[in-house]
Antibody, heavy 120, light 106 residues
């Protein structure tokens, strides 16, 4: 079945970096993009950015420009999201989602989420 | 990136109809999408392209659009529909979510 499986929970200190993985299966990885979405405790959903699994093109939320990098490894059908210079307000559940793209900008498949805790 | 505005909460009794609105200036030009999120779970797409329903989503979920407002309607609400609901759209800058609406089934 079509699914996205994310890496496990992380605990980081302020100023450190975190890299979360998202492994796709059940579909042709390069036919869709991957968006990353985060959710701070008790808060709403925040779109972080998108990467094309076809050619690696990216589009990052302005708020995170300069701190976030999204990449893909087509040989393993895996997407990665790296966030640098972590702060306490980066504590959140991070989701990857299949982004249908084009005129249908829906996220139809979601990973299970990865909890990232930033604490000294 | 523009904003999408949702009411923080909506309450309905079982069997009644729930309507959750989402407003945004770009909605006349961009499709809207709706997600249901239950505690501790990832969101689930329930409506795409304003009014289309993915396979596996019950028929009681429907979507509509009028001007700068889109509406998610849940007919014959059931206890299991209690959840947070988020609208989402897109513009040239990327994707944007509304603030979310907590649906309480009384």
């Amino acid at each position: 079945q079509v699914q996205l499986v994310q890496s496990g929970a992380e605990v980081k200190k302020p100023g450190a970096s975190v890299k979360v993985s998202c492994k796709a299966s059940g579909y042709t990885f390069t036919s869709y993009g991957i968006s990353w979405v985060r959710q701070a405790p008790g808060q709403g959903l925040e779109w972080m950015g998108w990467i094309s699994a076809y050619n690696g093109n990216t589009n990052y939320a302005q708020k995170l420009q300069g701190r976030v990098t999204m990449t893909t490894d087509t040989s393993t059908s895996t997407a990665y999201m790296e966030l640098r210079s972590l702060r306490s307000d980066d504590t959140a559940v991070y989701y990857c989602a299949r982004d249908l793209g084009g005129t249908n900008a829906a996220f139809d498949i979601w990973g299970q989420g990865t909890m990232v805790t930033v604490s000294s | 990136s523009y904003e999408l505005t949702q009411p923080p909460s909506v309450s309905v009794s079982p069997g009644q109809t729930a309507r959750i609105t989402c407003s945004g200036d770009a909605l006349p030009k961009q499709y809207a999408y709706w997600y249901q999120q239950k505690p501790g779970q990832a969101p689930v797409l329930v409506i795409y392209k304003d009014s289309e329903r993915p396979s596996g989503i019950p028929e009681r979920f429907s979507g509509s659009s009028s001007g700068t407002t889109v509406t998610l309607t849940i007919s014959g609400v059931q206890a299991e529909d209690e959840a947070d609901y988020y609208c989402q759209s897109a513009d040239s800058s990327g994707r944007v979510f509304g603030g979310g609406t907590k649906l309480t089934v009384l």
